[in-house]
């Protein structure tokens, strides 16, 4: 016998995650999105490793609530997004990975398509950034804030890789700024976690 029932497979799942949980430094709604995390992928070591900061969850809530423009780095986080909510609550998901200028214009500079949709981005009122793959987005992000050509209202970094992404996250940690964001520390992330971190706010907004 087995469980069935995807209600209760993700239920019996979240129970089992809580119980590693305990005694750590997360508050009730940080905790849930751990929890997230690590239904996503399946690792428990995700629990001592996300960074939150400058009260990340509540306004990433009123940003959702309000609606907001959500721009991702793949189309792989953008897919794994819950879009029924998403367009219920008012808010845009856009990505620029696939366009044919930023191709361009990767070449052209020589970079890569990632850190050339950051430029495209900026073009755009964009409250949200959500990148799960790329750290040359992570640090494009961070050059253009620092040139005041860009003004995320929250960041979700999650890059996953060995070339820089610990670092790209170490260095918006760093940051001196009072934007709100989350992070992983080390080498783990990936759009399957940029994307649980999206649905676990708007989970927490439509109360599922």
């Known amino acids: 016998m087995y469980i069935k029932n995807p209600k209760e497979i993700e239920n ?3 129970d089992m995650i809580e119980e590693v949980m305990e005694g750590l430094d997360y508050d009730e709604k940080e ?3 751990v929890k997230r995390m690590i239904h996503t992928t399946g690792d428990i070591e995700y ?3 996300v960074h939150f900061r400058n009260g990340f969850v509540e306004k990433a809530l009123e940003l959702i609530k309000k609606g907001s423009m959500i721009y991702s780095d793949t189309k792989m986080v953008n897919a794994g997004i819950n879009k029924r909510i998403v367009y219920d609550l008012g808010c845009e998901l856009i990505y620029f990975i696939d366009n044919q200028d930023v191709l361009e214009n990767a070449i052209k500079n020589n970079t890569t398509r990632s850190s050339a949709a950051i430029d495209k981005a ?3 009122l964009v409250d949200i950034f959500v990148i799960g793959n790329a750290p040359t987005a992570v640090f494009r992000l961070l050059e253009l804030i620092k040139e005041n050509k860009i003004k995320p209202k929250l960041i979700i970094a999650v890059p996953v890789g060995f070339v820089g992404a610990a670092e790209c996250k170490e260095a918006l940690r760093n940051f001196d700024t009072d934007i709100p964001m989350v992070t992983t520390i080390g080498t783990k992330g990936g759009s399957n976690v940029a994307a649980s ?3 676990a706010l708007l989970y927490m907004v439509v109360e599922r």
């Open 12 to 14: 019996t799942s979240m």
């Open 31 to 33: 905790k849930k999105i």
């Open 47 to 49: 629990r001592n490793i």
């Open 122 to 124: 900026a073009d755009f």
């Open 197 to 199: 971190i999206v649905n």
